[in-house]
């Protein structure tokens, strides 16, 4: 079973906008700190937003003012709502989240499958 299911992605012109959502797939006693991540081709995986289980965000400074990231679902579903896109924004984006399995004292990192995002000039 895949902890965490993503959806969204697709093909976007430039200064289009997608929005990208992640949902934690079965149970789970907790969740704690959701995310996104995205890797463009031939580099290294690399931080775009966060949200914590009380909604404190947190950005990658290239976003900033262009991407929202937003949680909802008792907070088990993450969205990253992306708007004026570039090309340089095309990447495979991979939705993260720490989960609580059984233990209420230990949280573990789950990643998605990745999602494409290929934006257009």
């Known amino acids: 079973q895949v902890p965490l299911v993503e959806s969204g992605g697709g093909l976007v012109q430039a200064g289009g906008s997608l929005r990208l959502s992640c949902a934690v797939n079965?149970?789970?006693?907790?969740?704690?700190?959701m995310g996104w991540f995205r890797q463009p081709p031939g580099k290294k995986r690399e931080l775009v937003a966060v949200i914590t289980s009380t909604g404190t965000t947190t950005y990658t400074d290239s976003v900033k003012d262009r991407f929202t990231i937003s949680r909802a679902s008792a907070k088990r579903t993450v969205y990253l709502q992306m708007t004026g896109l570039k090309p340089e924004t095309s990447a495979v984006y991979y939705c993260?989240?720490?989960?609580?399995?059984?233990?209420?004292?230990?949280?573990?990192?789950?990643w998605g499958q990745g999602t494409q995002v290929t934006v257009s000039s």
């Open positions: 993260t989240a720490v989960l609580q399995i059984d233990d209420p004292n230990r949280y573990f990192p789950y």
């Open positions: 079965g149970y789970y006693r907790d969740v704690g700190a």
